[in-house]
C-alpha cells in the first residue's frame, strides 16, 4: 500500500513562504485526487487545495496565494504557500483518493505537519 510523508512545515511570520512536500511510496494505479487538507485547532479538517482529473481546486481562502503541483518522476506532491496569514495556521495533511486494479476505491492520508504563523 501507499504511504504518504509530509515535510516542509514549519513556523513563519506572517507574509512569509513555505513549501509542503508529500512523497509517496509506491504507487497507485488509479488515482482520482491527490490533494491537501489542513485542520486548525477546535476546527474541521478542510480542503486546501485538490488535483482531480487533471485540474487544480482551491479553498476560496488560499486562491492567488497557495499553489499545488506535483512531480510525477518523483512521487510527490508539493504545496507552495505564499503571503502565509496566521489563520493559515494548522496542520496540513496530504491525500491521495484512488483504487489499486480491481479493488474499491481508498482514501490514504500522511501523517500531518504543523504550519505556524506568527509574529
Known amino acids: 500500500q501507499v504511504q504518504l510523508v509530509e515535510s516542509g512545515g514549519g513556523l513563519v511570520q506572517p507574509g512569509g513562504s513555505l513549501r509542503l512536500s508529500c512523497e509517496a511510496s509506491?504507487?497507485?494505479?488509479?488515482?482520482?485526487?491527490m490533494g491537501w487538507y489542513r485542520q486548525a485547532p477546535g476546527k474541521e479538517r478542510e480542503l486546501v487545495a485538490d488535483?482531480?482529473?487533471?485540474?487544480?481546486n482551491y479553498a476560496d481562502s488560499v486562491k492567488g496565494r497557495f499553489t499545488i503541483s506535483r512531480d510525477n518522476a518523483k512521487n510527490t506532491l508539493y504545496l507552495q504557500m505564499n503571503s502565509l496569514k496566521p489563520e493559515d495556521t494548522a496542520v496540513y495533511y496530504c491525500?491521495?483518493?484512488?483504487?489499486?486494479?480491481?479493488?474499491?476505491?481508498?482514501?490514504?492520508w500522511g501523517q500531518g505537519t504543523q504550519v505556524t504563523v506568527s509574529s
Open positions: 488535483i482531480t482529473s487533471g485540474a487544480r
Open positions: 509506491g504507487s497507485i494505479p488509479y488515482i482520482n485526487e
Open positions: 491525500k491521495i483518493r484512488g483504487r489499486y486494479y480491481r479493488q474499491l476505491e481508498s482514501e490514504y
